[in-house]
């Protein structure tokens, strides 16, 4: 086991962010496809992609992958693979499957042939008729797209999202990992001023702090494979050593604004309460704020946040209200850049007749949860420094 298929799931379109972050992590063979990137690694790996990766949703290992059209297909190719290199005669192996455009089409069919060949696999290392499954849990992802099977553990558990500092959200939470991506898709950087005048819980400035301060955003939370057999025998102190290399990254962050602004109070505390429980409450100036008193006097910055998009009955205009004002707080701010995620169709448009940026719009297609949105992309000037 010393080189192991990897794959990093994530959101549609960040793809090619979750990518760059493990190129930065040292992993050059990488493989991208519709949600998600395929990478080889050591056992270490599977450690550092966890604590390390800011935009993806999950880490798995992949066992194999393979064409199967029905069940009995299915069946013969997975009670062959390896499951007693990674499962016990204790383990709990809940099995997820999803099914896209493929004969084999029913998803809870699907768990269950798939959970009926392992078991048939482990029986036999260890006869027996039953397995209790009272031992650490090791989840099987089966994926079928167009009739290609991939068979993969789930190392992560609760998704990579949950950081651990947001223990309490607002209506319409943004999540860490989105957040993370909105920024690295950004001109923005450690250095540079950063504002949200839509600031909600503060997520988006949160993971700018911690990115100042090179912090691995998994590093206070656990992950299911550190419960794993083989993680205290075959890899004995992956974990520890992916831990320790983490701690002594950490660096004192530059010492520049980060503005976050709301006009709702009861966001604003628990933005505060965010950033306590994420060790960074001195790292954010927040206020209590509409769009049209945000500002700043730096001459260059970088504006990233996520408006009000109006779905709701009554409050589209409200929303679109917003939008003329972050335009024109854009038109004030010449010198800045400005980023803005949004699903309503008319931000574009209102936001260009505020701030006269219309024909210096990039988009990006990205999907907050299940809402379809656009990343608007307005950069300003770089500054003189860089």
């Known amino acids: 086991m010393t080189s192991i298929r990897l794959i990093a799931t994530t959101a549609f379109g960040l793809e090619a962010v979750v990518s760059r972050e493990l190129e930065a992590l040292g992993y050059a063979e990488r493989t991208v496809s519709d949600g998600r990137v395929e990478f080889s690694g050591d056992a270490a790996a599977v450690a550092r992609a966890n604590l390390w990766l800011r935009s993806a949703d999950r880490v798995l290992v992949k066992l194999a992958e393979f064409e199967a059209v029905d069940f009995g297909e299915l069946f013969d190719q997975v009670v062959e693979l390896p499951w007693c290199e990674w499962l016990t005669e204790e383990s709990s192996f809940p099995v997820r499957a999803r099914c896209v455009r493929s004969q084999i089409h029913s998803e809870p069919d699907t768990q269950a042939i798939t959970k009926k060949a392992i078991v048939e696999a482990l029986k036999r290392r260890w006869p027996r008729d039953w397995f209790d499954e009272t031992g650490a849990e090791v989840p099987i992802v089966v994926t079928i797209r167009r009739d290609r099977v991939s068979v993969a553990l789930d190392t992560t558990g609760r998704g990579l999202h949950r950081r651990g500092y947001r223990i309490l959200t607002g209506g319409a939470p943004l999540r860490e990992t989105m957040a993370a991506a909105l920024l690295q898709l950004s001109y923005w950087e450690p250095g540079r001023v950063l504002g949200d005048p839509c600031c909600g819980t503060g997520t988006i400035l949160i993971e700018a702090a911690w990115m100042a301060a090179n912090r691995a955003p998994g590093l206070g939370r656990g992950f299911l494979a550190e419960e794993w057999p083989w993680s205290n025998s075959i890899w004995n102190g992956v974990w520890k050593e992916a831990r320790e290399e983490a701690a002594d990254l950490k660096v004192e962050p530059p010492d520049v604004p980060l503005l976050g602004g709301d006009i709702n109070p009861k966001a604003l505390e628990l933005a505060r309460r965010n950033a306590a429980q994420a060790r960074v409450e001195t790292a954010i100036e927040f206020q209590q704020l509409a769009v ?91 500054p003189p420094w860089t």
């Open 292 to 382: 049209a008193d945000f500002g700043s006097h730096h001459k260059y910055g970088c504006v990233v946040t996520n408006p009000p998009y109006g779905e709701r009955m009554g409050e589209q205009k409200e929303a679109e209200a917003v939008y003329g004002d972050l335009g024109r707080l854009a038109r004030r701010l010449e010198t800045w850049s400005v980023y803005a995620l949004s699903a309503h169709k008319g931000f574009e448009r209102i936001f260009a007749q505020a701030s006269g940026r219309g024909g210096q719009v990039r988009r990006r297609k990205l999907y907050n949860g299940r809402i379809e949105c656009a990343y608007y992309q307005y950069a300003g000037p770089r």
